[in-house]
T-cell receptor
């Protein structure tokens, strides 16, 4: 148990559906992250939030829309996804996002997303 | 381009043996971290080594860092079946605000 929870753990959706992934951290951290992990690819950073402000957006398609209402919660809203978006989506948090910090990240268990 | 690259991509050893995994990177770093991932699960942080450190230990784990060669190694001693997992190195470049992960080494410990 890392102190980061994700729901749902598994999600199957059609290309026309709208769904949301939820992440919650109970560690009092200031930074939260969304990653995408596809088979045979390195972990891809999607978004970084620091103190509820987005500080990084790695050229992610607009069909992925993040939301950070407070420092403990992070959402990833999904709409009109493609089959190639099927992957494990991981949420993580760290005390701070700045590189001067020892920014060890704590990961949630992930949401396995399948787009039909 | 990808920062960390692990070597080998896959490693299979007998229980009780030592496992060594290597990581190379390209740019100057602030720190380097190793993570473990069991199949289909989230990553678990194992150890962090700063750019001014050369070696670090944590239980059965030993990490070395050679900044002149831009490389790091993770040694797991007296391996156990429960060590079966993928291991990733991740670097924080100076001036950056994010971890960049390598593709990982898939370690299998045979009982």
């Amino acid at each position: 148990e890392t102190g980061v929870t994700q729901t749902p753990r598994h999600l199957v959706m059609g290309m026309t559906n709208k769904k949301s992934l939820k992440c919650e951290q109970h560690l009092g951290h200031n930074a939260m992250y969304w990653y995408k992990q596809s088979a045979k690819k390195p972990l891809e950073l999607m978004f970084v939030y620091s103190l509820e402000e987005r500080v990084e957006n790695n050229s992610v398609p607009s069909r992925f829309s993040p939301e950070c209402p407070n420092s403990s919660h992070l959402f990833l809203h999904l709409h009109t996804l493609q089959p190639e978006d099927s992957a494990l989506y991981l949420c993580a948090s760290s005390q701070d996002s700045g590189w001067r910090q020892s920014n060890e990240q704590f990961f949630g268990p992930g949401t396995r997303l399948t787009v039909l | 381009s990808q920062q960390g690259e692990e070597d080998p991509q896959a490693l299979s050893i007998q229980e009780g043996e030592n496992a060594t995994m290597n990581c190379s990177y390209k740019t100057s770093i602030n720190n380097l971290q190793w993570y473990r991932q069991n199949s289909g699960r989230g990553l678990v942080h194992l150890i962090l080594i700063r750019s001014n450190e050369r070696e670090k230990h944590s239980g059965r784990l030993r990490v070395t860092l050679d900044t002149s060669k831009k490389s790091s190694s993770l040694l797991i001693t007296a391996s156990r079946a429960a060590d079966t997992a993928s291991y990733f190195c991740a670097t924080v470049s100076q001036g950056a605000q994010k971890l960049v992960f390598g593709q990982g080494t898939r370690l299998t410990i045979n009982p």
